[in-house]
């Protein structure tokens, strides 16, 4: 059974910076695509970025240019840097595969944004 456990989310103002990150207990991880996700209140969840196994990235529209998501294959980790944060980024986040597997969602992390 694969595990995926995020941490450190947070409340921060506007502007402010947060760094999630993901471990993953899945000896495949290597190879795997991986994601990572957002749900706000109200609303669907929503691809936020991906990143290959070959740390190829791709980025929702509104986090270009304001997070960075990255991998690290030996600690079976993904984080994602979060920058220039705004209300509107409110939300729990979770990693999962890309595309994610129904059986892979974990607790996830809030973030929130507000002064």
């Known amino acids: 059974q694969v595990q995926l456990v995020e941490s450190g989310g947070g409340l921060v103002q506007p502007g402010g910076s947060l760094r999630l990150s993901c471990a993953v207990s899945?000896?495949?991880?290597?190879?795997?695509?991986m994601g990572w996700y957002r749900q706000a209140p109200g609303k669907q969840r929503e691809l936020v970025a991906f990143?290959?196994?070959?740390?190829?990235?791709n980025y929702a529209h509104f986090a270009q240019g304001r997070f960075t998501i990255s991998r690290d294959n030996a600690k079976n980790t993904i984080d994602l840097q979060l920058d220039s944060l705004k209300p509107e980024d409110t939300a729990v986040y979770y990693c999962?595969?890309?595309?994610?597997?129904?059986?892979?969602w974990g607790q996830g992390t809030q973030v929130t944004v507000s002064s």
């Open positions: 999962n595969s890309y595309p994610p597997h129904p059986n892979y």
């Open positions: 990143i290959t196994s070959l740390h190829r990235t």
């Open positions: 899945d000896t495949k991880f290597a190879i795997d695509t």
